[in-house]
Structure formats: structure tokens, C-alpha cells
């Protein structure tokens, strides 16, 4: 339900198999001592032609509610910069809605940086 989409377990689930069985994206779990689950995040790899190195695009970073102001975003955060350095990635870019001021704050308080030279577009196809 994320960003006023509607619920859709099984296709998420789907989705998110698919991927790791192709192997077209990066997935990093952060699991409490206990063993269960408090967030994941997930990269796919992408290249830059002005760069000339791989580079990622962080698609998704979630975090259940109750470990939320706990710092598993910046230890996912951080495991994704890791994975990127380790993969020579030139970087690692992500979208967050206008609004969503509290992602704006850590995505910024860890290092990334407002695009102010170029404008994003996209052409729906559905």
C-alpha cells in the first residue's frame, strides 16, 4: 500500500521472487536478534554511460513499524552503500515522494544529494 498503491500480496511476493530468482536485483533483509524481519531494502543494478561503471537504484526501503527510529534504515542504508562499493558502482540514486520529508532527512543526513541539475520524467506504459 505503499505510496496509495493498492494491497497486493501475491503479486508483491511474486515480484519480489521473480527477482531473486533471476538474479536482476539486490536484496538486503535487516532481522532482529530474534530472527524476524525489521526491513529490507532493494537494489537494481543499472550503468552509466558518463560514469562508465555500474551504478544502483535503491527501488524500495521499508521498515516494519515498530523497529522504525531504531537505525535499521541507515545499517540498510549502509549495507547497500557496501554492496555498491564492492560491486564498483559510481553510485547509488532513489526517488522519494515530495511529502515524505522524514526519508528526505536520513536519505540526506547519510549523504545522498538533491538533484538540482536535472529533471526526472517518466513515460507510463500501463
Known sequence: MFYGQPADPT???????DRLIQGDSVFLLARG???????FTQLY??????ACRRAFVLNDLYIVEA????????ALLDAART???GAG????????AIDNT???ALYESFGFE???????YALSLS
Open 102 to 104: 522524514r526519508a528526505q
Open 11 to 17: 503479486t508483491a511476493s511474486a515480484f519480489v521472487r
Open 114 to 120: 538533491r538533484d538540482v541539475q536535472f529533471l526526472t
Open 83 to 85: 554492496h555498491a562499493m
Open 33 to 39: 536478534q530474534d530472527g524476524s524481519a525489521l526491513g
Open 45 to 50: 543494478p543499472t550503468f552509466s554511460s558518463i
Open 89 to 96: 558502482a559510481a553510485y547509488i540514486s532513489l526517488e522519494t
Open 67 to 74: 523497529a522504525r527510529g531504531q537505525g535499521v534504515a541507515r
